[in-house]
Nanobody, 124 residues
């Protein structure tokens, strides 16, 4: 089992930056892909970004390319989501999720482990 905990959310203005963190505990060798998803008010959960175990391969949703960066310093560090030039449409609860398969996936149903989420609110 893997436990995930997000932190770093908050209330910011459009154009500001935030950095989210996702710390994994438990059987941390069980995951190979970690991703960030978000769910805005009245919207379905959507894929934001993904990173593999080594941090060498990444993937992004088109809506965040060039503004968000997913990273990790080493295999023992948290996974970060640096969010720059935030927009009101980035508002939502941000979840980190992990899956045991080494294949990237943008489908939330394919992830084995989820955090509780952290709220990001961007005012205009």
């Amino acid at each position: 089992q893997v436990q995930l905990r997000e932190s770093g959310g908050g209330l910011v203005q459009a154009g500001d930056s935030l950095r989210l963190s996702c710390a994994a505990s438990g059987d941390t060798f069980s995951w190979l892909i970690m991703s960030w998803f978000r769910q805005g008010p009245g919207k379905e959960r959507e894929f934001v970004a993904a990173i593999n175990w080594t941090g060498g391969t990444k993937d992004y949703a088109d809506s965040v390319k060039g503004r968000f960066t997913i990273s990790r310093d080493n295999t023992k560090s948290p996974v970060y989501l640096q969010m720059n030039n935030l927009k009101p449409e980035d508002t939502g609860v941000y979840f980190c999720a992990a899956r045991s398969s080494p294949v990237f996936s943008t489908s939330s149903s394919t992830y084995n482990y989820w955090g509780q989420g952290t709220q990001v609110t961007v005012s205009s």
